[in-house]
């Protein structure tokens, strides 16, 4: 049977939709999708943003308003829904949304993440660093458990030289950190055992991977881009990918949306 999923970054539910998010998601088929900086509350969505393209989303939202905040839209009812990941720096700002369809076969979590950015400056990029340690305790829990999943989101992070155009320019920059490039090798090595479902179908993708432009220059024109939007999954589960594309044809955000096809049954 098979199933796909979408995730994007919005950089705002209510601006994306103005560019035709809706349509598009209403076209691309979805059986789950994930969606990071909502920057919206509750009051904002429940009317307009609850269901899209026929499926029932459930958010978490960032308690500051017009800030973060992400959500998960599915077409099948979850068995248990969670928002935030126990950590009492980072759930108020609204990054994590869990849903679980748990059997008798099979313990399965479908997430969406939206990691912090630390391009502002020092002290949200320490803040990052501690989001990232929370955050391997989490998935090393998940993991420990039995529990297959698939992790969507923006990690704001380009693991590889391969994952941006301008890699030797950026060694120093927020995104292409040592420490944070190490972080997500550990994640998709033995030691946590995850695979980076797009990079094992197109090991060898540069400019079609990336799934990010900043709005300055001409970087969207030139394809001056950063893959920081990802699936990473359980072995089974990324081991039954098999389509994985980003769509450019249209923007919603100043990222891009990113589509992969399972063909394991739940």
């Not at 970054?9 to 969606?35: C, H, P, Q, Y």
């Not at 500051?64 to 829904?81: C, E, N, W």
């Not at 994640?187 to 797009?198: A, I, K, N, R």
């Amino acid at each position: 049977m098979g199933f796909r999923v979408v995730t994007l970054n919005l950089n705002g539910i209510r601006s994306a939709a103005t560019k035709g998010f809706e349509a598009w998601a209403e076209a691309a088929g979805a059986d789950f999708m994930g969606v990071q900086e909502v920057r919206a509350q509750e009051a904002d969505v429940v009317d307009r943003f609850k269901r899209v393209a026929g499926l029932e989303g459930h958010f978490h939202f960032a308690q500051k308003k017009g800030y973060s905040g992400v959500g998960l839209y599915t077409k099948r009812d979850p068995s248990a829904v969670i928002t935030g990941f126990g950590c009492d720096e980072f759930d108020p700002e609204g990054r994590y949304v869990e849903l679980r369809f748990d059997s008798s076969a099979r313990k399965f979590s479908v997430i969406s993440a939206y990691f912090p950015s630390g391009s502002s400056g020092e002290e949200r990029q320490a803040a990052k660093f501690r989001f990232l340690e929370r955050f391997w305790h989490h998935l090393a829990a998940l993991r420990a458990s039995g529990r297959e999943f698939i992790l969507m989101g923006d990690f704001n992070i380009a693991h590889q030289a391969i994952d941006l155009k301008n890699w030797r320019g950026n060694q120093k920059n927020s995104g292409f950190l040592p420490e944070e490039r190490a972080w997500f090798s550990r994640m998709v090595s033995q030691e946590l055992g995850l695979v980076d479902v797009y990079r094992r179908l197109h090991p060898e993708a540069t400019e079609d991977c990336y799934t990010w432009w900043s709005n300055r220059g001409q970087a969207w024109a030139k394809n001056v881009g950063w893959r920081l939007d990802y699936q990473v999954a359980t072995p089974e589960i990324a081991h039954s990918a098999h389509a994985a594309a980003v769509h450019k044809a249209s923007r919603f955000s100043d990222h891009a949306p990113l589509t992969i096809d399972y063909g394991l049954s739940l």
